[in-house]
């Protein structure tokens, strides 16, 4: 039997922004926007300032990538509550989404992808995580043919972009999209994302690979369907 989605991520919360049936109004102008500035590759900006939001970019980010995605987060528990009366949700987990996993796993099955993570603060139950636990399934299946890592910044450096008046977080898709947080206040989903913007994708990307990552501890590593360091 192959590897499904309902195998592995059965009881996992549905994204109902992802089905244009299930989305507000509001949410049908903004998904199609983002879409469309995706389709046509158009170097223009575009806020995120809700959960939903960013659930949506963060997997169409995951879902464009070619080569290598780089995410600085202050942790990878992110099920928030929801108190838009609007939203269809209650709450929602960023990280541990369906389709956002699904998007990586669909990517990392792929040869020469890589997934590398940072993470500010302690991850905690990280192995009843979602994203984890579908990186784990990949390996036994067979069907890792990238690489996928999460490290720890350590207290130095958390210090250091403190110091600096940058924590803010962010993700590179490649080297031409990402999306900036505004706010870094954990509770804030503040945002702006590009999807075509090498010059500020570039800064990102050099931020990431020169200081995040250097300054970092390995936490968990996974590659081509072996398991490098576990948890």
Not at 41 to 67: C, Q, T, W
Not at 107 to 123: C, M, Q, Y
Request: glycine share 4%.
């Amino acid at each position: 039997m192959g590897f499904t989605h309902d195998k592995y991520l059965k009881g996992l919360n549905k994204m109902s922004i992802f089905n244009p049936a299930e989305r507000t109004p509001e949410e049908a102008v903004y998904c199609e926007g983002v879409d469309n500035l995706i389709a046509k590759r158009i170097d223009a900006e575009i806020s995120n300032g809700k959960p939903r939001h960013a659930v949506y970019l963060i997997a169409k980010l995951f879902g464009m990538a070619n080569n290598k995605v780089r995410l600085y987060s202050d942790h990878l528990e992110h099920t928030v509550a929801i108190t838009d009366e609007s939203s269809p949700e209650s709450e929602l987990d960023i990280y541990g989404n369906s389709e956002v996993v699904d998007r990586v796993a669909n990517f990392l099955g792929n040869k020469d992808t890589e997934v590398a993570i940072v993470v500010e603060n302690d991850i905690t139950n990280i192995k009843t995580h979602p994203l984890y636990k579908r990186i784990q399934a990949l390996v036994n299946a067979k069907q890792l043919f990238g690489k996928f890592e999460i490290r720890k910044l350590t207290e130095d450096a958390k210090y250091s972009l403190i110091q600096a008046d940058f924590g803010n977080h962010f993700f590179v898709s490649d080297d031409r999209a990402y999306r900036l947080e505004r706010d870094t206040d954990e509770s804030s989903y503040k945002a702006q994302a590009n999807f075509n913007n090498k010059e500020t994708a570039g800064k990102l990307l050099s931020l990431f690979d020169d200081f995040h990552w250097k300054n970092s501890d390995m936490v968990f590593s996974a590659a081509h369907n072996n398991i490098i360091k576990s948890v």
